[in-house]
């Protein structure tokens, strides 16, 4: 019961770290895409078709992140621990 507790606390705090990256990886990626999308905006030297796809693509770059970020944080870290436990075969022991 002892080990099941230590691995599973230990698991719990190295899951909040890799969700903390990931959290902050995505961040990093929305405002490099928010940056460009406010680049293309100030761009005047391409075709208006091209900016117009390019500002799309962008947007719908960002918005796909924004989504991705929210799932990232809503995630229970639990579900992490519980598959970790698994894999490590710590829950057959606790029966």
């Not at 507790?5 to 899951?15: D, G, N, P, V």
């Amino acid at each position: 019961n002892k080990l099941h507790h230590a691995c599973s606390k230990l698991l719990h705090r190295e899951a909040k770290v890799v969700k903390s990256f990931m959290c902050q990886k995505v961040g990093k990626d929305i405002k490099a895409a928010q940056e460009k999308e406010s680049s293309i905006k100030d761009s005047e030297e391409a075709a208006a078709e091209v900016t117009a796809k390019l500002l799309a693509k962008t947007q719908k770059r960002r918005t796909k992140l924004e989504q991705k970020l929210e799932q990232t944080k809503k995630f229970e870290l639990s579900a992490i621990v519980d598959v970790g436990l698994k894999r490590l075969g710590v829950t057959s022991l606790n029966s």
